[in-house]
């Protein structure tokens, strides 16, 4: 029985994602961690089950030269290695529970500053409107990559919503679909080896795993076709009020 709530938990958060195109993540962790899972568990399958759902997306941006490479590539020089060495660091405490309320912390951390994003994007792009060469947005975009490395590999939080975000600041002059589907070549194999990683620290429910993937896979193929039909004025607020109640629940209680 639980296997099937676990369906339509990721039915729900796919069909969220599909409908307003905030990250799964932010959306996805605070849920299982309301059904019971312990932070690492959360964070662990839910790091693995991004990386598969994005993928397919990924495939469909390239075929249609949505995804500037050159950006992708700086922002993983940074990221990766950093999701890496983050592993490794949790991999030195004996136990997850010794990591737990490092992970709860920084989840809230995550979750305020996500829903801070979505609700002051575009006034965050006006006010911090940087005016750099390529050459520049390329090295600022790998340090960005750095720190979204560490931060993703312990929250599962961001790869989608804050990458989105330092882009458009970065480079303002970038279409909306090479934002997004630059975002997204960059956000997978993040995922994936921030996945991975927690994979070998055994912080993966494999059965979990399953369910959100039935789940959600064809539910964000509804929600992309229902897209047009919802406002995103009225949901996305209403889910940034919610990411930023779990956000403050989880750091400061």
Known sequence: MDFIWYVFAGAAVGLAVGITGVGGGSLMTPLLLLFGFPPHIAIGTDLMYAGIAKSTGVVMHARRGN???KIVGAMAAGSLPSSLITVWTLSQFEKPDHYQEILTATLGFM????ATVILFRSRLTKALDFNISQTQGTHVIFICGILLGC???LTSVGAGALGTAIMMIIFPIMRAKNIVGTDLAHAVPLTLVAGTGHLLLGNVDYNLLVALLIGSIPAIYIGTRVASRVSNRILQPVLATALMSFGVKYLFF
Request: charged share 0%.
């Open 67 to 69: 995804v500037n490479w």
């Open 151 to 153: 931060l993703v590999t």
């Open 111 to 114: 979750l305020v500053i996500t």
